[in-house]
């Protein structure tokens, strides 16, 4: 079974610096690797997603991901944060077979 | 309207009473999900529909009934809830495929039970 570890609930930045959300998994088979973004009182938008292309994968907004397949990692970065950025952040692994398994979110705060 | 729509976006109930929650999806897709999320939990998958047949229900309370009458629309109907059923309850679609499938999400709507 497919799982998603996100490290840090929170997490805290200033504006211009680097926006790091940690993300690993566990998936016995190669897996489909999302990021999902929640502004306050929105449902889910895809930021981006990993399926076996490129293993760099650019997003909406800036954001970009890495899938290590070594690490069992697909963390979300972005150079330089903006305020806007402010949401919570969801990892999440699927195998096919309509089975999305997410993470419990890092909530990313930015500071002026 | 583009994308996946909810209405209401916010609700509130009582114990006793019997509302809906409706969904609609615009981009041709075949499968459609309801999800709850609650605070301090991950999302949670309720049901499953694809081509309008229900292919999971994630042994979800059956003071939750769910409709799906054609692959754009998708209901949740509700009745005699608790106030732990407070939640913010997103749906999604999908289109189904071998391998990868994205899911969209909606907006949500906010449940509050009294």
């Known amino acids: 079974a497919q799982s998603v570890t996100q490290l840090g609930s929170h997490v805290s930045v200033s504006e211009g610096a680097l926006v790091l959300l940690r993300c690993n998994y566990s998936?016995?088979?190669?897996?489909?690797l999302f990021w999902y973004v929640q502004y306050p009182n929105q449902g889910l938008q895809l930021l981006l997603k990993y399926t076996s292309a490129a293993t760099l994968v650019k997003g909406i907004n800036g954001f970009e991901a890495e899938f290590k397949k070594s690490e069992t990692s697909f963390h979300l970065t972005k150079p330089s944060a903006h305020m806007s950025d402010a949401a919570e952040y969801f990892c999440a692994v699927s195998t096919g077979f309509q089975k999305l398994v997410f993470g419990t979110g890092t909530r990313l705060l930015v500071s002026p | 309207e583009t994308g996946v729509t909810q209405t209401p976006r916010h609700l509130v109930m009582g114990m006793t009473n019997k509302k809906s929650l409706k969904c609609e999806q615009h981009?041709?897709?075949?499968?459609m999900y309801w999800y709850k999320q609650s605070a301090k939990k991950p999302l949670e998958l309720m049901f499953v529909y694809n081509f309008k047949e229900q292919t999971e229900n994630n042994s979800v309370p059956s003071r939750f009934s769910p409709e799906c009458p054609n692959s754009s629309h998708l209901f949740l109907h509700l009745h005699t809830l608790q106030p732990e059923d407070s939640a913010l309850y997103l749906c999604?679609?999908?289109?189904?495929?071998?391998?990868?499938?994205?899911?969209?999400f909606g907006p949500g709507t906010r449940l509050l039970v009294l």
């Open positions: 999604a679609s999908s289109q189904i495929a071998e391998g990868e499938e994205t899911q969209y």
């Open positions: 998936s016995s088979v190669p897996p489909y």
């Open positions: 981009l041709g897709h075949n499968a």
